[in-house]
Structure formats: structure tokens, C-alpha cells
């Protein structure tokens, strides 16, 4: 029978390895697309920011807070999308290659899935992959820390592409040109470069592009009168204390 044969080869699970992490820290998943400046220019992304893209990584990060209710929020930015698990929780006895798989699957899938809907007139060239790891942080300080190192990277690699795509889409600089002519300089110069050169005012981009995205999860009204937990997205300063002071209930426990 299956089972005799199944107890004669079971020696085989002894290889497998525990891979739990450490009880009460935050737990972070983050997904990062696999190549994608391959994947952008066989897909026609618009440069520096694609709103479809961005839109279609959003509501794939939705799609994994509302299966999983573990997760209190998510950041995401350009093709990265980071996963924040309470830190209590007990999900899977908190075995990484769990956690790390189904998030990662369920956003690849929900990507693909919701494709069409966001790219109407692109057809899916090839089935597109990220890869992903989970970090844990003691506390939320280093948590917070996580978090703005995040968004501090939008905002460094969004005011670069900003001026670099400006550069060569409209000044008809090559990629190596636009490159030269950034090398080395500041915020500051980026700044006004974009201004004196193009009449850009950085601080008026969509806050999208210089703030990423946050999900987090709400008690909200439902249409029927009751209330419901759902998604709400922002695209504000989360490095500051603002955002945490409004949002008390997030770093709470
Ligand atoms: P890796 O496999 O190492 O992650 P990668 O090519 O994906 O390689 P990243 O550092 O992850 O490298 O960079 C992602 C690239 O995709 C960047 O060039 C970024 O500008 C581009 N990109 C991601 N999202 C968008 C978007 N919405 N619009 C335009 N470009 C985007
Ligand atoms: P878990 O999330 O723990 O893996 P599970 O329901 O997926 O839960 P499995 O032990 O992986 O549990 O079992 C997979 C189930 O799917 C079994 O019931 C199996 O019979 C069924 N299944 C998988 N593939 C097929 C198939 N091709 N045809 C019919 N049933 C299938
Ligand atoms: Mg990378
Ligand atoms: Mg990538
Ligand atoms: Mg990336
Ligand atoms: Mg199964």
C-alpha cells in the first residue's frame, strides 16, 4: 500500500531544515521584480514613472494584505513591494519559507492575473518573476528605520530618473550623455536642473512618484451601513512622526 511505501521512503523529510524566525519581531517580506528594466522596455513602460505599473503593483500587494490578515501594512515603490507582519504573529509557526513563498507567489500570480486590466492594449510578453526574502527588525524602531530607508530610496532614485529622463527624452541627450551630466551632482542641483532646464517644480510630481505607496488596513464604512477592515492607500511622508501618531494603532503592542 501507499502508506508501507511512504514509511519505507520517509527518511527522505530528515534533510528538510527548521527555518523559524525569531518570536515577537517584525517580520518584513520584500519582493523585488526580476529584471525589470528588460521587462519595462519589452512592455512599453512610460519613463521615469509608469502609473499602470505602479497601479498594477498596488493592487497586487492588496490582493496579499487581504488574504493575509497578519500583515498591518506595506510599502511599496518602482518594482519592489515590502510586507510587514505584526509582530506577534504566530502564522505558520513564523517558518520564513512559508511566509516568503506565499506572499511572493500570491503577488506574482496576482500580478499576472490583473494584468490586462492595467495594461489594456499590452500583451503580456513573458511571464514576469521576483524574488523575495523576509528580514525581521527586534523593534519598532529598526522597523521605522526599515521603512524610511525605503522611502528615502524613492525619493533619491525618483528625483535621478526624473532629471535623467528629462535629459534624454527632451534634450536629446544619449543615456551616457544624461549620465555624465548627473554624475556627482546634489539634491539641490537636481533640483534646479529640473527647473531652470524643463520649468519642473520636483516638490509639485504626483506624490505617488516621490512617496511610494502605503497600504494599511482600516475600519471603514461599507455601503450597508456597517463597518469593514479594508485597504487604504496613502502616498504621504512615512519617515516622520506624523504618520504614526495618526496612525497609532500600527506600532501599538
Ligand atoms: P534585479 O533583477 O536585480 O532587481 P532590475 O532591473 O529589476 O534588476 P531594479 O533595481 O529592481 O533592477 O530596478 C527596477 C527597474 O525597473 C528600474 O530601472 C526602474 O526604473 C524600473 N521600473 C520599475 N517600475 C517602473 C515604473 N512603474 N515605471 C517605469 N520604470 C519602472
Ligand atoms: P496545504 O496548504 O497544507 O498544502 P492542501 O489542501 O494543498 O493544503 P496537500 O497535502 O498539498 O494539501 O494536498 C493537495 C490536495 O489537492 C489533495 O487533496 C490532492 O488530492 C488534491 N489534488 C492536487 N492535485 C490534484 C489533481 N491533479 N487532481 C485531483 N486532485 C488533486
Ligand atoms: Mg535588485
Ligand atoms: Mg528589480
Ligand atoms: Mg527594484
Ligand atoms: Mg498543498
Not at 200 to 219: A, D, S, V
Request: hydrophobic share 35%.
Amino acid at each position: 500500500t501507499s502508506t508501507m511505501a511512504n514509511s519505507k521512503f520517509e527518511d527522505a523529510k530528515k534533510f528538510e531544515r527548521e527555518n523559524f524566525l525569531t518570536p515577537n519581531t517584525w517580520i518584513v517580506v520584500r519582493i523585488d521584480g526580476k529584471n525589470f528594466s528588460r521587462f519595462c522596455d519589452s512592455h512599453q513602460f512610460v519613463k521615469p514613472n509608469d502609473v499602470r505599473a505602479l497601479n498594477l503593483m498596488n493592487e497586487a500587494a492588496k490582493t496579499v494584505l487581504e488574504e493575509f490578515k497578519e500583515i498591518i501594512l506595506a510599502f511599496g515603490q518602482s518594482d519592489e513591494y515590502s510586507f510587514v507582519f505584526g509582530k506577534e504573529t504566530e502564522l505558520y509557526n513564523r517558518r520564513e519559507s512559508k511566509l516568503v513563498s506565499y506572499v511572493n507567489s500570491l503577488f506574482t500570480s496576482a500580478y499576472v492575473f490583473n494584468w490586462s486590466q492595467y495594461f489594456q492594449n499590452v500583451p503580456l510578453k513573458y511571464p514576469p518573476s521576483f524574488d523575495a526574502r523576509a528580514v525581521i527588525y527586534p523593534s519598532n524602531e529598526d522597523l521605522r528605520k526599515y521603512l524610511s530607508w525605503r522611502q528615502a530610496d524613492v525619493h533619491i532614485n525618483n528625483l535621478y530618473n526624473t532629471c535623467f529622463w528629462n535629459l534624454v527624452l527632451h534634450k536629446n541627450m544619449t543615456c551616457s550623455e544624461a549620465q555624465i551630466r548627473l554624475k556627482g551632482s546634489l539634491s539641490s542641483d537636481k533640483n534646479e536642473l529640473l527647473f531652470k532646464e524643463f520649468g519642473i517644480n520636483y516638490n509639485k510630481e504626483p506624490l505617488m512618484f516621490r512617496k511610494g505607496t502605503t497600504l494599511i488596513k482600516k475600519l471603514l464604512p461599507d455601503g450597508d451601513g456597517k463597518t469593514k477592515l479594508s485597504v487604504l492607500q496613502i502616498h504621504d511622508d512615512i519617515i516622520g512622526d506624523k504618520f504614526w501618531n495618526e496612525n497609532p494603532e500600527l506600532l501599538a503592542k
